[in-house]
């Protein structure tokens, strides 16, 4: 039962985009232009954790990123092709990659936060 509260509480922190140390702080700033790159904070705001360690530290989150994307768009392959099996193959391509590119903000995020979350300090 322990375990199962870890993990929502996990899953809660990376989806509401809150601190890996205390859970309070946001990691990004709140209000960024839609098409604007999420700009990240430099410390937590509640307990000062400094959420890049070193220049390049990130690059891991991309392979996060990358999973998050194909695990998204299989998902959605997925809804369609048993909903909506008698949909075109063109028509499938392209309900996958729309919803794709709505997340890829999302995306970027999420997976910055699970890498803090897997390596912290
Ligand atoms: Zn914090």
């Given at each position: 039962m322990n375990k199962v509260k870890k993990v929502v509480n996990f899953v809660a922190a990376v989806y509401r985009e809150?601190?890996?140390?205390?859970?309070?702080?946001?990691?990004?700033?709140?209000?960024?232009?839609?098409?604007n790159i999420p700009k990240m904070n430099d410390?937590?705001?509640?307990?000062?954790?400094?959420?890049?360690?070193?220049?390049?530290?990130?690059?891991?989150a991309m392979y996060l990123g990358y999973a998050l994307s194909i695990f998204q768009g299989l998902i959605t392959y997925l809804l369609y092709h048993f909903f909506?099996?008698?949909?075109?193959i063109g028509w499938v391509i392209l309900l996958v990659i729309v919803p794709m590119l709505f997340l890829v903000k999302k995306n970027f995020k999420w997976s910055r936060i699970l890498y803090i979350h897997i390596f912290p300090w």
């Amino acid at each position: 039962m322990n375990k199962v509260k870890k993990v929502v509480n996990f899953v809660a922190a990376v989806y509401r985009e809150k601190c890996p140390n205390c859970g309070k702080g946001h990691v990004f700033e709140e209000k960024t232009a839609i098409l604007n790159i999420p700009k990240m904070n430099d410390r937590c705001s509640a307990c000062d954790y400094r959420f890049e360690r070193e220049p390049g530290y990130f690059i891991g989150a991309m392979y996060l990123g990358y999973a998050l994307s194909i695990f998204q768009g299989l998902i959605t392959y997925l809804l369609y092709h048993f909903f909506l099996p008698e949909i075109a193959i063109g028509w499938v391509i392209l309900l996958v990659i729309v919803p794709m590119l709505f997340l890829v903000k999302k995306n970027f995020k999420w997976s910055r936060i699970l890498y803090i979350h897997i390596f912290p300090w």
